[in-house]
């Protein structure tokens, strides 16, 4: 009786031992990257989908990049969500991030509207930056490193071949597929939207440089820039939102390129003086310069953040497939255009911390 005993606690031992060898292993699976080099860290893994979802939704996996800061992480929870609500697909959101955003960020998409999302939390390291960001001591707090993440794709994304990069003022109003499937012509490494567009001219902006053109964002005067030969009323393209072909992005080192003309930025200063956009995007104009294919305007509705938005008509931004409020007045200040749309899709914190932050941002945008 003994010997019977002592064989079934045996059993029982090699058994438990076996359930948690498995278990193990499911989870290292899980893992989507190695740590890369460029400091962009995976610290949170893609938790498994219920297998209900995993019925109703398709088996085609599209990554989505976004970057979420602190100070605008509800932003990127409303974009997130517009997004997973309106697909069948199997949408995997990567979310760059600086450290001390985490435990923020992680707590929020415990939400019940998001908890079903997929994810992997990547720690974005503004170091990979020095040297390439000329950064004025005098607005430091003004810098942005998270702006910068769109540029290490391949990095952030080491196993997909194709991309969808997101801003965090974006609502998505259909399916996130459609933007994905759009065609890149060959040997193009992304498609952009373009600034010449009917929908942009429809609301032009006209600023100091003019912004939907190359002189809007590169210093004409510059030896350097006059030597790329690049026609100055070359029209502009939006970086916010974008698809990228990870595949040719590699093949042509396009992170590398990118790097250079920051780097030569910092020494030669070749942006335009009077820059009409983020400091993202020349270093973008020069690379892709005729070299990139074209998204649906339909899928980046541009300027709801200006003065401009307001032009749209309702009609129009219902049957906009993805909005996006760049410009000075976000939707979270409730100052924007159309601002009961985002909120539609935004989800509370569950901190309050965001609260705070809104109300800040609505006295900023009335002063």
Same mark, same amino acid.
């Given at each position: 009786?003994?010997?019977?005993?002592?064989?079934?606690?045996?059993?029982?031992?090699?058994?438990?031992?076996?359930?948690?060898? =498995?278990?193990?292993?499911?989870?290292?699976?899980?893992?989507?990257?190695?740590?890369?080099?460029?400091?962009?860290?995976?610290?949170?893994?893609?938790?498994?989908?219920?297998?209900?979802?995993?019925?109703?939704?398709?088996?085609?996996?599209?990554?989505?990049?976004?970057?979420?800061?602190?100070?605008?992480?509800?932003?990127?929870?409303?974009?997130?969500?517009?997004?997973?609500?309106?697909?069948?697909?199997?949408?995997?959101?990567?979310?760059?991030?600086?450290?001390?955003?985490?435990?923020?960020?992680?707590?929020?998409?415990?939400?019940?509207?998001?908890?079903?999302?997929?994810?992997?939390?990547?720690?974005?390291?503004?170091?990979?930056?020095?040297?390439?960001?000329?950064?004025?001591?005098?607005?430091?707090?003004?810098?942005?490193?998270?702006?910068?993440?769109?540029?290490?794709?391949?990095? =952030?994304?080491?196993?997909?071949?194709?991309?969808?990069?997101?801003?965090?003022?974006?609502?998505?109003?259909?399916?996130?597929?459609?933007?994905?499937?759009?065609?890149?012509?060959?040997?193009?490494?992304?498609?952009?939207?373009?600034?010449?567009?009917?929908?942009?001219?429809?609301?032009?902006?006209?600023?100091?440089?003019?912004?939907?053109?190359?002189?809007?964002?590169?210093?004409?005067?510059?030896?350097?820039?006059?030597?790329?030969?690049?026609?100055?009323?070359?029209?502009?393209?939006?970086?916010?939102?974008?698809?990228?072909?990870?595949?040719?992005?590699?093949?042509?080192?396009?992170?590398?390129?990118?790097?250079?003309?920051?780097?030569?930025?910092?020494?030669?200063?070749?942006?335009?003086?009077?820059?009409?956009?983020?400091?993202?995007?020349?270093?973008?104009?020069?690379?892709?310069?005729?070299?990139?294919?074209?998204?649906?305007?339909?899928?980046?509705?541009?300027?709801?953040?200006?003065?401009?938005?307001?032009?749209?008509?309702?009609?129009?931004?219902?049957?906009?497939? =993805?909005?996006?409020?760049?410009?000075?007045?976000?939707?979270?200040?409730?100052?924007?255009?159309?601002?009961?749309?985002?909120?539609?899709?935004?989800?509370?914190?569950?901190?309050?911390?965001?609260?705070?932050?809104?109300?800040?941002?609505?006295?900023?945008?009335?002063?």
């Amino acid at each position: 009786v003994n010997i019977s005993i002592l064989i079934v606690a045996v059993v029982i031992f090699l058994l438990v031992i076996h359930h948690n060898f =498995l278990s193990l292993s499911d989870f290292l699976r899980r893992e989507l990257s190695d740590p890369s080099p460029l400091g962009l860290q995976p610290i949170d893994f893609i938790p498994a989908a219920p297998q209900r979802l995993t019925d109703e939704r398709s088996d085609k996996e599209i990554s989505v990049v976004i970057a979420a800061s602190d100070e605008r992480l509800g932003g990127a929870i409303a974009a997130m969500n517009s997004i997973y609500q309106h697909t069948r697909s199997n949408v995997v959101f990567h979310i760059v991030t600086l450290n001390d955003t985490v435990d923020h960020l992680r707590m929020w998409l415990r939400s019940p509207p998001l908890k079903n999302m997929r994810y992997q939390i990547l720690d974005f390291d503004p170091r990979v930056l020095e040297g390439k960001v000329q950064v004025d001591p005098q607005k430091a707090d003004t810098f942005k490193p998270l702006t910068f993440a769109r540029f290490y794709l391949p990095s =952030l994304v080491p196993h997909a071949e194709k991309v969808i990069y997101v801003d965090d003022d974006v609502i998505v109003q259909d399916d996130i597929v459609e933007l994905y499937n759009t065609p890149l012509k060959p040997g193009h490494a992304a498609a952009f939207s373009d600034d010449c567009d009917s929908t942009s001219s429809k609301v032009a902006v006209r600023g100091a440089g003019n912004q939907y053109n190359y002189i809007g964002f590169l210093d004409y005067k510059k030896e350097t820039i006059r030597k790329l030969a690049m026609k100055a009323n070359t029209c502009s393209f939006n970086p916010g939102v974008f698809v990228a072909n990870l595949t040719e992005w590699k093949l042509q080192n396009i992170t590398k390129q990118l790097e250079k003309w920051m780097a030569l930025n910092v020494v030669e200063e070749l942006y335009s003086k009077t820059l009409a956009g983020s400091i993202t995007t020349p270093p973008l104009l020069i690379v892709f310069y005729k070299q990139h294919s074209s998204i649906d305007p339909m899928w980046n509705v541009r300027h709801l953040g200006s003065s401009a938005g307001k032009r749209y008509s309702p009609q129009f931004v219902k049957a906009a497939k =993805l909005l996006h409020w760049n410009g000075h007045f976000k939707p979270w200040g409730r100052t924007a255009s159309y601002a009961e749309v985002w909120e539609k899709w935004y989800v509370p914190d569950p901190t309050g911390k965001f609260n705070l932050i809104r109300r800040r941002s609505e006295a900023y945008e009335a002063k």
